[in-house]
């Protein structure tokens, strides 16, 4: 049998497709106080500004394109039973062909009640009406988000996930958002764990064998692919 394969990415997943990243020296933290647009609180008093930024995001996420680290594991998931788990919002892991996406952090192409976060909705192009409301509960609609500050829903199932793992692949996460940074301590010691990021991310707290590819995704994750159906297929 095959072994499982849990692809665990980060803002470096679509950094080369030209997304802005949010930790990074020139990213849209440098920019904006998280307090001011990434808090729930923020959506009661700066309403406006809150659902300008992610219109923002949205509009930037439709004009890009999957890259080919993207690409690659949905490759990936042709030869090996692979999970994604991302913590980006962007949808392009589902526009390069990869399926049940667990989005730890929401997904910026859909809306939420503000009373019932349960009741999404997909929304059509980029820019959100501020005034729009549910049609089931009549609440303002909010960006289906994570804020800061907010649970994490799909943990559970993230940890799960990466508990049943055989292999786990690491991109373009700087390991420092928790919870979900915690994910890689939810792995069985003897699973090998490689990390594409040009960057060297803190591993050290990780008990297992780390491979590490310092580059890009795009230029990284495909390499690792085809050592990986080299290796194990």
Same mark, same amino acid.
């Given at each position: 049998?095959?072994?499982? +394969?849990?692809?665990?990415?980060?803002? &470096?997943?679509?950094?080369?497709?030209?997304? #802005?990243?949010?930790?990074?020296?020139?990213?849209?933290? @440098?920019?904006?106080?998280?307090?001011?647009i990434c808090t729930h609180e923020a959506l009661?008093?700066?309403?406006?500004?809150?659902?300008?930024?992610?219109?923002?995001?949205?509009?930037?996420?439709?004009?890009?394109?999957?890259?080919?680290?993207?690409?690659?594991?949905?490759? =990936? %998931?042709?030869?090996?039973?692979?999970?994604?788990?991302?913590?980006?919002?962007?949808?392009?892991?589902?526009?390069?062909? #990869?399926?049940?996406?667990?989005?730890?952090?929401?997904?910026?192409?859909?809306?939420?009640?503000?009373?019932?976060?349960?009741?999404?909705?997909?929304?059509?192009?980029?820019?959100?009406?501020?005034? %729009?409301? #549910?049609?089931?509960? &009549? %609440?303002?609609?909010?960006?289906? +988000?994570?804020?800061? &500050?907010?649970?994490?829903? *799909?943990?559970?199932?993230?940890?799960?996930? @990466?508990?049943?793992?055989?292999?786990?692949?690491?991109?373009?996460?700087?390991?420092?958002?928790?919870?979900?940074?915690? *994910? +890689?301590?939810? !792995?069985?010691?003897?699973?090998?764990?490689?990390?594409?990021?040009?960057?060297?991310?803190?591993? #050290?707290? !990780?008990?297992?064998?780390?491979?590490?590819?310092?580059? &890009?995704?795009?230029?990284?994750?495909?390499?690792?692919?085809? =050592? =990986?159906?080299?290796?194990?297929?």
């Amino acid at each position: 049998m095959r072994p499982r +394969i849990v692809v665990f990415t980060g803002a &470096g997943m679509s950094a080369d497709s030209g997304l #802005s990243t949010f930790r990074d020296a020139d990213g849209l933290w @440098a920019n904006h106080r998280v307090e001011d647009i990434c808090t729930h609180e923020a959506l009661d008093w700066n309403r406006a500004e809150v659902i300008k930024f992610y219109n923002e995001r949205r509009k930037e996420i439709i004009e890009a394109k999957p890259n080919a680290g993207h690409r690659a594991i949905a490759r =990936l %998931a042709e030869v090996f039973p692979v999970d994604v788990v991302t913590q980006n919002i962007d949808d392009l892991h589902e526009r390069a062909g #990869s399926t049940g996406v667990v989005h730890l952090h929401g997904e910026a192409r859909k809306l939420c009640s503000t009373l019932h976060p349960d009741l999404v909705y997909p929304i059509e192009g980029w820019e959100q009406d501020p005034e %729009a409301r #549910s049609p089931e509960d &009549g %609440a303002l609609l909010r960006p289906f +988000i994570v804020f800061f &500050g907010e649970q994490v829903p *799909l943990l559970e199932t993230a940890i799960r996930i @990466a508990s049943e793992a055989d292999i786990m692949v690491i991109v373009g996460t700087s390991l420092a958002v928790y919870p979900a940074a915690s *994910l +890689i301590h939810y !792995i069985r010691p003897d699973v090998p764990v490689y990390v594409v990021d040009p960057k060297q991310p803190p591993v #050290s707290s !990780i008990r297992n064998k780390v491979t590490h590819l310092a580059m &890009g995704a795009a230029q990284g994750v495909p390499q690792l692919v085809e =050592l =990986l159906i080299r290796d194990f297929a």
